[in-house]
């Protein structure tokens, strides 16, 4: 068992592959810090273990210390820091598809944010999937399915990637020794960004962001805010969740649903201003979102 929460999905796939019903071409969809990578991995590198249990690694064998080397030649992983998945890394994905395999027979190809792909990569793998050899094995993850061709979709095997059970992510959460944050509970669907954000010495920034978001309306001044979400642009969106949160909280007090609707976009075109124009003014785009909050907070 990789995370708690993904035992269920790790048990569905380890029995369609016992029956031999485990499609070429997987996809799972998630949210970011769900664990789609982890699970990932442990199924490509199953599927090169030469005597692996329910789609679980042995961990001992030849192929498993090539994985844990990182060197296995039967394994080729697409993933991409930038904005796109190109026609030529694609490419090279077929180019290996073809090449005979090294250890057990089987060859896994593994393309993380598979929706960063470009119109020209998605049509190169389609063919991929399209004509599949035996024993060459496509895993796909994705956070955004909606960006995804109906085309890839369609020829893959679905998988959504989730926590059922928003106490299990707690219980995991609460064993990290996590201060009791207000909006932890806000995050059980992503415990694996909670223990990055730990890691990296970030909890009491996002702690910081929250009491920012929760004082918006009074505020104004910006300046420390603005530092801090200039420096990365996950704060951003970190931001905004807590923003976003909170309308859902004043609409369900009875705020009005016209009020709540031009709060929420005016959010979303900040979110979409940060994000994408570079060299945005912040300091400004962050007082023009406070006035038209407090426009519709009244
Ligand atoms: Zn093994």
Not at 125 to 153: D, G, M, Y
Not at 192 to 207: F, G, K, N, P, T
Request: with cysteine; charged share 15%; glycine share 4%.
């Amino acid at each position: 068992m990789i995370y708690p929460w993904l035992s269920n999905v790790e048990q569905q796939l380890a029995a369609s592959f016992n029956a031999g019903r485990f499609h070429h071409g997987q996809l799972f969809n998630g949210q970011q810090g769900v664990g789609k990578r982890a699970l990932v991995e442990q199924l490509a590198n199953a599927l090169l273990c030469l005597s692996a249990t329910n789609l679980v690694p042995c961990g001992h064998c030849k192929s498993c210390h090539l994985n844990q080397a990182v060197t296995h030649p039967d394994k080729y992983v697409v993933q991409t820091d930038g904005q796109s998945i190109g026609v030529d890394d694609i490419r090279s994905v077929s180019d290996f598809m073809h090449q005979s395999a090294a250890q057990n027979a089987n060859k896994v190809v593994v393309i993380n944010d598979c929706h960063k792909m470009t119109t020209a990569a998605a049509n190169a793998l389609l063919k991929t999937l399209e004509e599949p050899s035996p024993q060459r094995f496509l895993l796909l993850t994705t956070s955004a399915t909606t960006q995804l061709p109906a085309t890839i979709l369609s020829r893959c095997a679905f998988t959504q990637v989730k926590v059922n059970d928003d106490n299990v992510a707690m219980n995991w959460i609460a064993q990290l020794h996590v201060p009791a944050y207000p909006w932890l509970k806000m995050f059980t669907q992503q415990p694996l960004l909670v223990a990055r954000w730990q890691q990296d010495e970030q909890l009491e920034v996002i702690d910081q962001l929250y009491k920012f978001a929760t004082e918006l309306k009074q505020g104004h001044n910006f300046s420390v805010l603005v530092d801090i979400i200039s420096k990365d642009i996950e704060r951003v969106r970190v931001f905004c969740l807590f923003l976003s949160e909170q309308l859902k909280q004043q609409l369900i007090a009875g705020m009005d649903f016209d009020s709540y609707q031009s709060a929420q976009n005016a959010l979303a075109e900040f979110v979409q201003n940060s994000t994408q124009i570079l060299g945005l003014n912040l300091p400004l785009a962050v007082s023009r979102l406070a006035y038209r909050l407090r426009k519709s907070y009244k």
